[in-house]
């Protein structure tokens, strides 16, 4: 099972497509998904961190994702760009990828999200599948 703080923001918004920027907490210096035993241990990490939920966590299948709210400050933590990917000890970090969609649809407009698939940070999983999973929100089972 896995913890996936994920902060949302929209970058860009014209008639033909919508951008996110997505925002992962992952550990190993960016490159992998934070492992937790239970819901009780996400919730422990989630407090120990100070991070505010905007939503009630969620789980879909071995993910439980953990919505921060968009006004959060991160500014105490590290990101994707200030750690090279061999240093140790390895950290925990904001990493932040690119989705972009068609308005009122999932569709990858521009063929970019495919790129995300190639990016395994969670086993066998991607980005790709992570991220796709979060917006996939009518599948979500509510916690608590």
């Not at 939920?53 to 500014?75: E, M, R």
Request: net charge negative.
């Amino acid at each position: 099972m896995y913890i996936i703080p994920i902060l949302v923001k929209t970058v860009e918004r014209t008639d033909e497509t919508i951008m996110k920027q997505v925002w992962l907490f992952l550990e190993r210096n960016g490159t992998h998904c934070i492992s937790v035993a239970s819901v009780k241990e996400a919730e422990a990490f989630l407090k120990t961190n100070d991070f505010p939920l905007a939503k009630p966590l969620v789980t879909l299948g071995q993910f439980i994702y953990a919505p921060i709210d968009i006004n959060a400050d991160l500014s105490t933590f590290y990101t994707w760009g200030e750690i090279r990917l061999s240093e140790h000890p390895m950290k925990e970090a904001w990493r932040s990828f690119l989705w972009v969609v068609a308005p009122n649809s999932n569709e990858d407009v521009w063929g970019t999200n495919v790129f995300l698939k190639d990016i395994c940070i969670a086993g066998s999983n991607t980005a790709y599948s992570i991220i796709e999973g979060y917006f996939k929100a009518n599948e979500y089972t509510i916690i608590g």
